[in-house]
């Protein structure tokens, strides 16, 4: 079926991601064709992606009660490359693919214990002002945060 | 393996039912048995409260953000008694068993649509304030409201 | 932001739907910035999608014991345009956008109460042979009734 | 509220727990109350005891193509004692309670990063004949396997 628009070498692409996170596939998140149900890709994504902005000290900001800005999805795109069943370990990988003004451009992989590319993914998520609901820039510091991977 | 100790006689108990909620097993709630995930049951269980919570005023005042108090979980219990596949049609019963003076016992039927008796449950609801987190008593119109199932 | 690329004109591709399902956001389904969760819209694609396969037929082919072929999802999309919060009254609109040898492009809107389109989607079905988990063509019955939207 | 009546003593039935599984809050697990939401104790429950399972081996033999045996639940129980939020490294405890002919009783609780009792709960799972539906006796691999936490 070809890769994915975004992804240009499967090989060269997995490479570029330095953050990881583990899953072990739960069984309530299987379904009766008997493997991991479709939509739960898409809860391992927010889990991992949560965990990345969390550790460059992004989260902790939108969670505050004192913050004005929470992140929304603005978009988001599964593919599915290999099966995954019960009780699998996975990991889920997470690169900033780019940054926006007010926008980050992430993007997934999924990989099961033999290294195989079970998923890949991207999305959009945009900083928003939680009174205005309009798009919000990133202050100096998270922008560089989403450069560096720290949060300084 | 004989009844739950909050049904004396099921056929009694259940008769005692009047409101009633419609909900369609989705594929994501089934599980790699082949069958509804156990898990998912409380799932419908708030659902189907939350829809008669509404239906009698209470449920607006917990999410208006002038409104000082919310609703919390004291305990839930489900007993499964049939087996629940994908697409049943299903209705769940909702029943206030008994009011306190911060709580409200609810009782819940899940029926099949040859009206045989999957699940049965119950659990406690209790009224807390929003910011000390202490459990709050109901006010006259949310007693007469739960008493009668009407909020006037 | 612009429209993802499969809309070309948003009232037009709107008007091009002609199944809807209706569905509810319940309580569990939003999370802590007070919205629904963004994982949910791909369990109400999945819901909405497996209500119309049956409707035509495909999935009682597929959940039969003696059938030889299950779907599975190739890729997922999903657009966010307006939030969506607790207990709106959504309809979840399904489209065969393009038929292929044994895969299928769906398409998806969510529309809120005001006929506000929430959302947007896409993604690909692709028939497998349940043992070899090879893709599998369509049968004569199967492309027509993606083709019809009847089964006969 | 008093302790569930299967909890004489709080500290020392915690004190009877001994297999431990480690599990993160994610944020899809939250609801708009801004809390953990009260269905998902029953999502970790499981987990958790499904890892207890596989570790005394009896997953196995479920999950087995050939295995004519599956888990059922019978009933579950939960009693929420202290409101668990985002991102909280929860620790869930598994305890054998009693074994029946072809049951089990499994007690839980779940404890927070200061060791705080958040959750506590209980239910009783029991083995069926895949064919059947009907109730299967532990073999003596299975009884020993439960009694012991090894399965030999």
Chains 1, 2, 3, 4 share one sequence.
């Not at 240009?8 to 990881?20: M, P, R």
């Not at 079970?118 to 989403?146: E, F, H, Y």
Request: charged residues 25%.
């Amino acid at each position: 079926m070809g890769l994915p628009n975004y992804v240009k070498d499967l090989e060269e692409w997995t490479k570029e991601f330095s953050y990881f996170y583990p899953i072990t596939v739960r069984f309530s998140e299987t379904d009766a064709f008997g493997h991991l149900n479709n939509t739960t890709s898409f809860v391992y994504f927010e889990h991992a992606r949560i965990q990345y902005f969390k550790e460059i000290g992004l989260m902790q900001q939108w969670m505050s009660q004192k913050g004005s800005t929470i992140p929304v999805t603005a978009d988001l795109h599964c593919d599915y490359m290999n099966q995954v069943f019960f009780d699998e370990a996975l990991t889920i990988g997470i690169k900033v693919a780019d940054i926006g003004r007010s926008s980050v451009e992430i993007q997934y992989v999924v990989l099961n214990e033999k290294e195989e590319v079970c998923m890949t993914g991207r999305g959009r998520i945009v900083q928003i002002d939680k009174k205005t609901g309009k798009s919000k820039a990133w202050d100096d510091r998270a922008a560089k945060a989403l450069v560096s991977g720290n949060f300084v």
